[in-house]
């Protein structure tokens, strides 16, 4: 065999294997969820009852979508134009300047930084700043882990979005200016419509990394199984409540948490599948 | 062409998946419950250098040692709560269980300046049923003479995580108070009326430190090993009782059936701490599965029969957890020497 086919075959083989990882992966949660939907049928997606105590067990996983889909976008809604400005300001403002790979730096730093720590940062700073500030008796909920939730997506929305900003055509700019463009003009009518598919696309993968955020949420938003009541109000999330129950879970209870991860695969699908959606629209035009 | 590559390459993934080869281990395994785990652990590291048997231990939660005996990928298992009927009928085979310490549940709480509270039974259910609100209610007042309680929200902690220590208290709950029995039941996790939850016996100590006006319960063996400041609590024959290792022993002076299926909350003695529980080891009542050998299960039978001995149970004390009492020690050992290897019994 020469080096060309080994190769192909050692390619070839690697990518099956992630195949078969992820089909696996799907397999055992549809069968491992199985015997919860069986049991609650359509109901266990609109139920917000969550009673794991035996002799009444009854789960309903609305609570934690709500928590996740709540604290996900409240989370986007914050990092969005904090990440579109910077991303603005080392693109295009400082692009090449000290500052800017000084700023830029740091916001990849923050990736780095491991989900406990933020866990722990807003666990003793910001939920007594929280409480001191009068805005809730003891700090914890929606709004806590929304806002330690967008410092965590702020590096991903940014350094892709910085990228895309940077590979617009210098000519098309250039062209902009010599038209008499202000640099605000330049930024709204040629950069944003030229970046616009790529910019999504890093929000999309924000998003994405906020829905699936365990740890630091886990500490943050107060784990009590119910719709939260407002932005102050305290919930849980999907992946939360299986970090929390599913080492001592079994029976109906096991299969309802494997049914919730399920789910968040599949709302995470979702909205990846409606990201793709919108940038090929946003592409074409 | 196309489908040769396809079955070359399915054959390579193949045997890379298969490659994981069943080790003939020698050591013992087991895995269950988090809140035993600290004097399993501290008992192994002696019983290991004395008899040249290794055991390692997972505290994966008391769910998951159930779990991982089911599936025989474990030598014992540890659990909080004891199998019922079902769970043992769930069972591939047939399990025996038994105790091997107990602990208990102590309420701690955060109010500047206060140390020392008084509760009773029907306040502990009024705060966790989200009744009582505020720490200025007259019902605190009525036992703490003296005490200045301030006008601060109660935050009601409680774990979001299923435990043993759970199960425990809201056994007691539910024995003082019918409405809880009747509205929430208990169980290692329930559907809590009112509160925050916090993973873990650090994560509700940190949170109550953190939060003024909060109160939650923590398991007796971190309390005690974490100097935190806890109530004490107003027991059935009316005497208030501090969490001591001495008054969660008296919990556990009651006769215990053969089953050792006993909840000890509430207990009637009149120096016992009423919030209190065992813990429980499961095995297999016959031996030979999975091609066990005689030895394994001999090693196996060597470590129980010592752990409920004097010198373990001493261990016990050391890392905060409550000893057996005699009674229990012999029927233990009874226990023991009813599981067997090919129907003839291991231990003498």
């Known amino acids: 065999m020469n080096s060309e086919k080994i190769t192909k075959y050692i390619l070839f083989s690697a990518s099956l294997l992630i195949l078969i990882i992820a089909g696996g992966m799907v397999y055992s949660l549809i069968r491992g969820a199985m015997p919860a939907f069986d049991f609650f049928g359509w109901k266990f997606i609109f139920s917000t009852h969550w009673d794991p105590t035996q002799g009444h067990e009854q789960y309903g996983a609305l609570p934690f979508i709500a928590g996740t889909l709540f604290t996900s976008f409240l989370a986007l809604l914050i990092a969005l134009p904090m990440a579109f400005s910077t991303s603005l300001f080392v693109a295009e403002y400082f692009r090449k300047k000290r500052i800017a790979v000084v700023l830029s730096t740091f916001v990849d730093l923050l990736a780095g930084v491991p989900s406990i720590v933020y866990g722990l940062w807003g666990f003793y700073t910001l939920r007594p700043f929280i409480v001191e500030l009068g805005l809730s008796p003891q700090g914890f909920g929606i709004f806590t882990s929304g806002l330690i939730l967008a410092i965590m997506i702020i590096p991903y929305a940014t350094s892709l979005s910085t990228e895309i900003i940077t590979m617009v055509p210098n000519e098309l700019k250039e062209a902009a200016y010599s038209l008499g463009a202000t640099r605000m003009e330049v930024i709204f009518n040629v950069i944003v419509p030229n970046a616009r598919s790529g910019i999504i696309a890093s929000y999309i993968l924000a998003f994405g990394r906020a829905l699936g955020e365990t740890m630091a949420v886990t500490m943050l938003i107060g784990n009590s199984n119910n719709i939260p009541n407002g932005l102050f109000g305290t919930g849980n999330t999907m992946a939360s409540v299986i970090a929390n129950q599913f080492a001592e879970a079994s029976g109906l209870q096991l299969s309802s948490l494997i049914a919730i991860g399920l789910l968040l695969f599949a709302i995470t699908a979702l909205i990846n599948a409606f990201g793709k959606y919108i940038i090929k629209k946003l592409a074409a035009r | ?348």
Not at chain 2, 137 to 159: C, E, H, L, Q, W
Not at chain 2, 218 to 225: D, L, Q
Not at chain 2, 236 to 260: E, R
């Open chain 2, 1 to 348: 062409m196309k489908t040769k590559n396809l079955f070359l390459s399915l054959a390579v993934v193949l045997s890379a998946l298969g490659s994981s080869v069943k080790g003939q281990s020698v050591t013992l395994s087991g895995a269950g419950s988090t809140f035993v785990m600290p004097f399993y652990n501290m008992a192994f590291n002696k019983f290991t250098p004395e008899t040249g048997i290794k055991v390692t231990y997972g505290g994966i939660g008391s769910g998951g040692g159930i779990r991982s005996l089911k599936d025989k990928v474990v030598d014992f298992g540890a659990s909080d709560a004891y199998l019922d009927d079902k769970q043992m009928d769930e069972m591939p085979a047939k399990v025996v269980q038994f105790p091997t310490c107990s602990g208990a549940v102590v309420m701690a709480f955060n109010l500047p300046g206060i140390s020392e509270i008084k509760l009773t039974p029907a306040v502990l259910a009024g705060i966790y049923l989200g009744q009582i609100t505020n720490w200025n209610s007259p019902m605190f007042k009525k036992f703490n003479p003296g005490v200045k309680f301030p006008d601060k929200a109660i935050t009601v902690v409680y774990r979001s995580d299923g435990s043993g220590t759970t199960n425990i208290f809201t056994n007691y709950l539910s024995k003082i108070s019918p409405m809880w029995k009747e509205k929430v039941g208990f169980s290692t996790s329930v559907k809590w009326p009112a509160g925050i939850g916090a993973k873990g016996n650090p994560g509700v100590a940190g949170t109550i430190s953190q939060t003024i006006g909060a109160i939650g319960y923590v398991g007796s063996e971190y309390a005690f090993a974490e100097k935190i400041s806890y109530a004490l609590m107003l027991n059935k024959s009316g005497y208030f009782i501090k969490p001591t290792i001495a008054s969660i022993a008296a919990a556990g002076k009651g006769t215990m059936p053969t089953d050792t299926r006993v909840m000890i909350t509430n207990s009637s003695d009149r120096e016992a701490y009423p919030i209190a529980g065992f813990t429980w080891v499961l095995l297999y009542k016959e031996q030979n599965y999975n091609k066990r050998s005689l030895k394994q299960a001999e090693d196996l039978l060597k470590l129980w029969d010592w752990m409920v001995s004097k010198d373990a149970q001493a261990i016990a004390v050391k890392v905060n957890y409550t000893p057996l009492p005699a009674s229990v020690v012999a029927l233990d050992k009874k226990i023991l020497r009813t599981i067997t290897y090919n129907g003839k019994p291991i231990l003498k």
